[in-house]
């Protein structure tokens, strides 16, 4: 498999997932500072100009959500999601689908307001209001859905990949990321894995 990835992206969450999975995997990087997401080859590969993307033997799949689910599916002894509990693995999807739906676009409307409008008030308009929706999507996560020390708990699971490459734009956002005291906690416990640390250590293109 090979997964289309930039770095400080969203992209950081199934490039952790295929490393804790135990997968065979490799990493294309893409420059952003050259609007590489949007050159012809890339855009063969995902059309929407977007990473994350992973190349798989049945097809390109595309959207967080459903490659963090694919990962997890196809490596089932890694345990990445409670695949056999009908309720958890919803709350796993809720979850997900909140970060992607809600917190991701959010977050959006600071580096890539262009998507929305042009007039440049507005698009300051929208700058400025995005502290107070992050740490609004911030305060809920913490205080409903990380259950501690990981989201689901004593079970790591694909949510705190997820979260911890979301929860990375807090400080540039203009959010001061110590007021959500679990969600520290939970980076700090992830940074300090050898296999998050690989994968951290891979994220930025070779020099
Ligand atoms: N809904 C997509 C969003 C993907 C997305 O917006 N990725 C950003 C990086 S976090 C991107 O590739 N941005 C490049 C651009 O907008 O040109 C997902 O959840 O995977």
Redesign the pocket.
Known sequence: MRLYI?PQ??SLAPHLALEYAGAQYEISHLH?GNNQ?RSPEYLAINPK????ALVTDRGIL???PAILVFIAQSYPQAELAPLHDAYEFAKLQEFQNYL?STV?VAH?HRP?GARWVDDPAALEAMRRKVPQNMAECFELIERDYVRGPWVFGEKLSLADFYLFAIAQWLEADGVEPARFPKVQALQRRLEADPRAQRVLAQQSPPA
């Open positions: 930039a992206t969203c952003f997401q100009g977007r990473v994350p595309t959207e967080t992607s991701h959006a890539r």
